[in-house]
């Protein structure tokens, strides 16, 4: 079993920053792929960005390459989502998610089989 719990999330102008972070416990999670995805009220939840095992492939929504960066430090069994830039139209629960049968980036949802409880984001205009 993996426990992955985010925090991080906030209210924040736009134009701001935040950094939300994902701590795994359980089992290691240092070998496989990582992702984070959101969920605005009313839509369906999105993928934002996908790392790759040791972090040396990365992968983002066209909506925040640029402006987010994904990182993980093994480590710490932590994967790290840096927003900058933030838009109103970033509000939405954060979530981050293991895919333990791939080592590579991962976009689609589906197949991810961990996901922490989401942390939410707001950005005021």
């Known amino acids: 079993q993996v426990q992955l719990v985010e925090s991080g999330g906030g209210l924040v102008q736009a134009g701001g920053s935040l950094r939300l972070s994902c701590a795994a416990s359980?089992?290691?999670?240092?070998?496989?792929?990582m992702g984070w995805f959101r969920q605005a009220p009313g839509k369906e939840r999105e993928f934002v960005a996908t790392?790759?095992?040791?972090?040396?492939?990365?992968y983002y929504a066209d909506s925040v390459k640029g402006r987010f960066t994904i990182s993980r430090v093994n480590a710490k069994n932590t994967v790290y989502l840096q927003m900058n830039s933030l838009k109103p139209e970033d509000t939405a629960v954060y979530y981050c998610?293991?895919?333990?049968?791939?080592?590579?980036?991962?976009?689609?949802?589906?197949?991810?089989?961990?996901w922490g409880q989401g942390t939410q984001v707001t950005v005021s205009s």
């Open positions: 998610a293991v895919d333990r049968d791939s080592h590579t980036i991962v976009v689609d949802t589906m197949s991810y089989d961990y």
């Open positions: 790392i790759s095992w040791s972090g040396g492939v990365t």
């Open positions: 359980g089992r290691t999670v240092s070998m496989y792929a």
